[in-house]
């Protein structure tokens, strides 16, 4: 995991994308609000490889089921289709499944995605090399879950269930992929923040971070603008010893700092990852942070930017604790932290250095960052580094149709304004079943946590408008169903 570490901060090129990803999808994270999760866990024995013939083997996957409201035949069965991390922490954390379970009279299922969690095909050894890693894939994780639910619909009572996707993040995607690819199996699919379109060739890889750059500009007075030159304030004093000592003592580093590139990286994704939990309310997805914690880091940087550099990074400091310490509990600050390196990131790594190639940039103008060009070739020599294998980087819009999706049906693709990955979404309803919903208020998949009292009437609006379009899409499998029978 060192290497790794080193890896991620060292190289600046693929940092971007490395750093960030392994946030958005973090995992492991003490206390979410889990106020009626009761669930029971279970291993589903599935292939290793689902697509050649030749390693025959199988690993136990993990799976949650949560039926308290499900108490007649042939109701839905709404199926969260997991991401790289701990499936626990999703069906934690997606609140709006447990939300609406009763007025759908719906199952809930947790399908864990393979390696991670406990859904290891290998065991200890999955990650060991490449040739381990080799079945670690969406396509595979797609045919996991539709293997599973054949299998979850063989009894009399779930036979005629229509089965409804929902996914959020990395988890949106693999939900509105799945509708794409198995239309047979998923009724409709709620892709939340899903950024189908983080891919080359897309979108601008400069969306996401001009994103982060609008949350903080509307944070407060100068925030942005004080951000934007920290960066050069953080070179200047790390450029000596003293600089470097007053610096650790400053942000109240666990160890010293050596260089002031590690801290600004480390600042990068804490910006980043604020903007992408930036809730109405008090929440821990990321970190225990207040209510819309922008605008409290905000105050901490509402002075002119002309300040001296010690003024400016003594302010970047505080703003830095409001994420690193609003409990109050953290004795010192670790900046080896933001990229940690646990199982999970690893393999998001791993996917990002095969299929999910997904290009960031900053130019310093219209972001608050220091430039920093896209760079596949440079990506490309780390992956291989790292995993002995290199990305390919149109195989997801070869895979998945790329904006070419049209011909699909029954997804909706929802979208929060303040989250950064929106820039990688579908904004606009492509056609009528598929729906893009818009929640200008919404950090990252607000939509899909539970309800809350200050929740903004946008994200009240999204939830009712999908539950809706749920409904029809149960009556429609009904309908269907009916006629194939
Ligand atoms: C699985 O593969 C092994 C090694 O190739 C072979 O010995 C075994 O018979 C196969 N098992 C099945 C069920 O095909
Ligand atoms: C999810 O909630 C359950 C029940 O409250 C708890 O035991 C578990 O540790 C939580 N999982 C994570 C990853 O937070
Ligand atoms: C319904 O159940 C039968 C056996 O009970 C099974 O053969 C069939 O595949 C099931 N249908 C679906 C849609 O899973
Ligand atoms: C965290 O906050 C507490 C309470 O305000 C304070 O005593 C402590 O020094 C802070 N820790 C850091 C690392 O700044
Ligand atoms: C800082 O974090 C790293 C990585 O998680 C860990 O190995 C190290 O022990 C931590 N240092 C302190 C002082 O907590």
């Not at 979208?415 to 818009?438: C, K, M, T």
Request: a negative charge.
């Amino acid at each position: 995991m060192t290497a790794l570490f080193g890896f991620a901060l060292v190289l600046s090129c693929s940092a971007h994308v490395f750093a960030l990803k392994s946030h958005l999808f973090r995992q492991r994270v003490p206390g979410p609000a889990d106020t009626d999760v009761d669930y029971k866990t279970y291993y589903f024995d599935q292939k290793i490889d689902h697509f050649g013939f030749l390693e025959n083997g199988t690993f136990k996957q993990r799976y949650l089921v949560a039926d308290k409201h499900w108490h007649k035949e042939g109701n839905p069965i709404l199926f969260y289709t997991g991401n790289e991390g701990d499936i626990t922490w999703f069906c934690n954390n997606t609140g709006f499944m447990w939300d609406v379970a009763e007025e759908l009279g719906a199952m809930l299922v947790f399908a864990e995605h393979r390696y991670y969690g406990e859904s290891m095909p290998f065991g200890a050894e999955s990650y060991s090399d490449a040739k381990h890693l080799n079945y670690l894939s969406s396509e595979q994780a797609l045919a996991d879950f539709a293997v599973l639910i054949r299998y979850l619909k063989e009894s009399p009572a779930t036979n005629r269930s229509a089965v409804i996707a929902i996914g959020g993040s990395y988890g949106g995607m693999l939900a509105a992929w799945f509708r794409m690819k198995y239309p047979h199996v998923v009724a409709g699919a709620l892709a939340a923040s899903a950024p189908i379109w983080q891919f080359p060739g897309m979108v601008d890889c400069g969306v996401f971070y001009r994103i982060v750059t609008d949350d903080f500009s509307r944070g407060g007075k100068n925030c942005d603008a004080n951000i934007r030159v920290s960066w050069k304030a953080i070179d200047k004093l790390s450029s000596t010893d003293e600089g470097l000592q007053w610096l650790s003592r400053e942000f109240s580093l666990c160890a010293p700092l050596t260089k002031g590139f590690d801290l600004k990286s480390w600042l990068q994704e804490t910006w980043v990852n604020l903007a992408m939990v930036d809730y109405p309310y008090k929440a821990n997805f990321l970190q225990p942070l207040p209510a819309w914690p922008i605008k409290v880091v905000c105050e901490n940087l509402r002075f002119s930017p002309e300040v001296p550099e010690q003024e400016l990074l003594s302010g970047v400091a505080k703003a830095a604790k409001v994420y690193y310490n609003y409990t109050g509990e953290a004795s010192c600050l670790n900046i080896s932290q933001s990229a940690t390196g646990n199982l999970g990131m690893m393999g998001w790594f791993y996917q990002a250095c095969t299929e999910m190639v997904m290009p960031m940039c900053t130019d310093g103008v219209k972001d608050m960052f220091e430039p920093q060009e896209w760079n596949f070739q440079a990506f490309s020599d780390e992956c291989f580094s790292m995993f002995g294998v290199r990305p390919r980087a149109d195989w997801a819009a070869v895979m998945y149709g790329g904006k070419a999706i049209a011909s699909h049906s029954n997804i909706i693709f929802s979208n929060g304004g303040l989250d950064p990955w929106s820039g990688g979404g579908v904004l606009q309803s492509p056609s009528e079943s598929l729906v893009a919903v818009w929640i200008p208020e919404g950090a990252h998949h607000l939509d899909l946590r539970y309800n809350n009292e200050y929740d903004p009437k946008s994200v009240l609006d999204a939830r009712q408008q999908e539950v809706a379009i749920i409904k029809q899409w149960i009556k429609q499998w009904a309908a269907h169903t009916q006629r194939e029978l």
